[in-house]
């Protein structure tokens, strides 16, 4: 089995959101960390490299920092890594970084039964890249997904659709992207850091995959950005149990007007 | 030029967010000009092109086939990228569900457009649009702009205002070639019983760590059904065990915005309040004085939620 797990690595969930003076978000001195959701899926890929056997190879976009996170990955057990490291890539949309992804993995990297993917990144949550990395690879593809079981060719999903939850089946080479839930994810042992120092990390410019800027160029683009209005305390009701809550039921009905 | 609303509907029931996004497509093509067109998906779907006329489109494709019985990414995903193709609309429109989000993303694929996920609001200007979408779980708010003749958003849900309007709603067939489904829909399994869907529900009532555990849900579900609410979680409770994952709300887990949230034991750590922060009104119940839901609590009750749960249900049912 070859399986390929697609990552990115984003802020960490407890960041603290600066825009600066030009109006875009600041990464300075922001921790990063590899994004929730792609933990997922670089698990499931190595739980099912230790049922069927095969490699686990991780692939992403991004700039020199992105190396830790691709680390962090062959640290849990992943086999060797690709990183996508192009100047013409630093502003990538979605629809930019599934182009990238799609040549690596329909050229390079061909020849995959499954490939895995975070559901969604928690910077820009897009929720995109898995969905149009799948129409251009023409795959089959299950998004939000909580249970997974390979077995003769064939994947059985189980995932999340709104009010519920479907079970699809579909014919590998296909594409799952992980919803937590799926696995509990495993952290990194010390000899695994130490093996992963050694594990290849190939790094690929866009000339070497044959694409051009232009190719890649970006159909969306952050004009601004801005920090949410604070949300202000109001006011807390105090008195005996009947007491609040007959003036809350109040507030609902006559000053919020909500029930 | 169009703007064109792709609706959602699953056993022939439209989505609310598909009205929404229609009156909100409505008022964007008076501002610009353009005309409003719909497109429904699925097979035996002629009642949705009624239902949706109500919302001021000048047209209603459906595409109707046996085909689209089952919702499949691709097959429906390759008849909204056939109807982009013929339309060449200035902008997409549709809900940002969990269908919704997938669908939009692999015909933006497939159209080679881009495509702005989770608007919460957009403007058009001079012939362009600006979109505004959440990042990083809402504690920034970006403005973003789309190049290329056709721009896909989608909406986050209960959020765009619903308007019911005139238009000419002419029904026009759409038949585009239909790909093999690779993947095949074994079963749907509903969950959420009769309250409603978390994301569409206009109130909605939490719990957390504070329950004491799973049995506390009862209170939560019993404050939830007095007011025809949907049930959510904290992170801590799901983390626990106490509830399934699908009912988690923050970052991550469901971005929500009713009209009411009320909080029982949630202490409003910050990706909770990332996910429910747009909320209109706020209610935070919690035997901690200090806690930090009673930072963004509109109106906020510190006690002991065993009492004060059961005494709302009850002036609730006398009301």
């Known amino acids: 089995m070859k399986i390929v797990t697609c990552i990115k690595q984003t802020f960490d969930t407890e960041a603290k959101i600066v825009v600066g003076g030009d109006g875009q978000i600041s990464d300075e001195g922001v921790n990063m960390i590899l994004n929730p959701y792609d933990e997922y899926a670089v698990e499931e890929a190595i739980k099912t490299k230790e049922k069927d056997g095969g490699e686990v190879v991780v692939v992403t976009v991004g700039g020199d920092k992105a190396q830790e996170a691709l680390r962090y990955s062959l640290a849990m057990g992943a086999d060797r890594a690709v990183l996508i490291n192009d100047p013409a890539l630093e502003k990538a949309d979605s629809h930019a970084v599934s182009v990238a992804l799609a040549k690596l993995l329909s050229d390079k990297e061909a020849g995959y039964d499954v490939i895995f993917a975070g559901k969604e990144a928690v910077d820009d949550g897009a929720a995109q890249v898995p969905s149009r990395l799948a129409a251009k690879l023409d795959l089959a593809l299950a998004n939000v997904v909580v249970a997974v079981e390979l077995a003769d060719g064939k994947a059985t999903v189980t995932r999340e659709i709104d009010g519920g939850t479907e079970e699809l089946e579909m014919a590998l080479p296909a594409l799952i992207s992980a919803q937590k839930g799926l696995n509990e994810v495993r952290y990194p042992s010390l000899p695994g850091i130490m093996k992963a120092k050694r594990k290849p990390l190939d790094v690929v410019s866009l000339a070497d995959l044959g694409l051009s800027a232009e190719d890649v160029a970006s159909k969306v683009e952050m004009v601004s950005a801005e920090l949410p209005p604070a949300r202000k305390a109001g006011q807390k009701l105090t008195g005996e149990v009947d007491e609040v809550v007959a003036k809350l039921v109040e507030l609902l009905k006559n000053e919020a007007k909500v029930i | ?319």
Not at chain 2, 168 to 197: C, L, M, Q, W, Y
Request: proline share 3%; hydrophobic share 45%.
């Open chain 2, 1 to 319: 030029m169009s703007i064109v609303v792709c609706a959602e509907q699953r056993d022939g029931k439209l989505s609310k967010v598909t009205f929404e996004a229609l009156s909100e497509g409505k008022r964007l093509a008076a501002a610009s000009g353009e005309t409003l067109k719909a497109l429904v998906i699925g097979s035996g779907v002629a009642a949705c092109a009624d239902e949706l006329k109500k919302y001021g489109a000048d047209e209603i494709a459906v595409a109707d086939n046996e085909a689209l019985a089952a919702y499949t990414t691709e097959t429906y995903a390759a008849v909204l990228a056939a109807y982009i193709a013929q339309e060449s609309p200035a902008l997409v429109l549709m809900g940002h569900s969990t269908v919704g989000r997938e669908l939009a993303a692999r015909a933006a694929g497939i159209a080679d457009c881009g495509l702005v996920s989770d608007c919460v609001a957009i403007e058009s200007a001079d012939g362009d649009y600006l979109f505004k979408h959440p990042v990083y779980a809402g504690k920034a708010i970006g403005t973003f702009k789309i190049s290329g003749a056709t721009r896909l958003a989608t909406l986050r849900p209960n959020v765009f205002a619903i308007e019911e309007s005139d238009g000419a709603g002419a029904v026009v067939d759409f038949a585009p070639e239909i790909p093999a489904a690779k993947v095949t829909v074994k079963a749907v399994n509903k969950v959420s019983g009769d309250r409603p869907e978390l994301t569409e529900a206009d109130i909605i009532c939490s719990g957390g760590r504070g329950l004491g555990g799973p049995e506390g849900f009862k209170l939560i579900e019993d404050l939830a059904d007095s007011l025809g609410a949907a049930v959510g979680s904290s992170r801590a409770a799901v983390d626990a065990g106490w509830r399934e994952h699908a009912a988690q709300v923050g970052q991550t887990g469901k971005v929500v915005s009713p009209n009411l949230y009320i909080a029982s034991g949630i202490s409003g750590a910050i990706q909770h309040l990332a996910g429910m922060g747009t909320s209109k009104y706020i209610v935070g119940i919690n035997k901690d004085g200090e806690a930090n839901i009673f930072n963004v609590a509109d109106y906020g009750i510190e006690g002991d939620l065993n009492k004060i749960i059961p005494a709302l249900v009850e002036k609730l049912k006398e009301a």
